[in-house]
Nanobody, 117 residues
């Protein structure tokens, strides 16, 4: 089992930045970490993913060039650096980990990000 705890959400003005954290505990083999988000009234959507071992990353087109996913292996923590935020980035952001496509079996509780115009 892997437990995921997210932090770092909040309220920010358009153009601002936030950094989300996803701390993992339990099994050390995480495989991949992904960030998803659920905008108000919409379906969950993919944001970014990183391979835990290789560090290879992949982003949704909507965040490419603005968001950066990274991981700190000794700390068992993944990050999502969000820059140049837009009101349409407003959503609950979820961390997801483990093997599997398109999602792994482990989810965090979610953290709210609100971007005001």
């Amino acid at each position: 089992q892997v437990q995921l705890v997210e932090s770092g959400g909040g309220l920010v003005q358009a153009g601002g930045s936030l950094r989300l954290s996803c701390a993992a505990s339990g099994r050390t083999f995480i495989s991949s970490v992904r960030w998803f988000r659920r905008p108000p009234g919409k379906e969950r959507e993919f944001v970014a993913t990183i391979s835990w071992t290789s560090g290879i990353t992949y982003y949704a087109d909507s965040v490419k060039g603005r968001f950066t996913i990274s991981r700190d292996i000794p700390k068992n923590t993944a990050y999502l650096q969000m820059d140049a935020l837009k009101p349409e980035d407003t959503a609950v952001y979820y961390c997801n980990a483990g093997p599997g496509v398109p999602t792994g079996p482990y989810w965090g509780q979610g953290t709210q990000v609100t971007v005001s115009s």
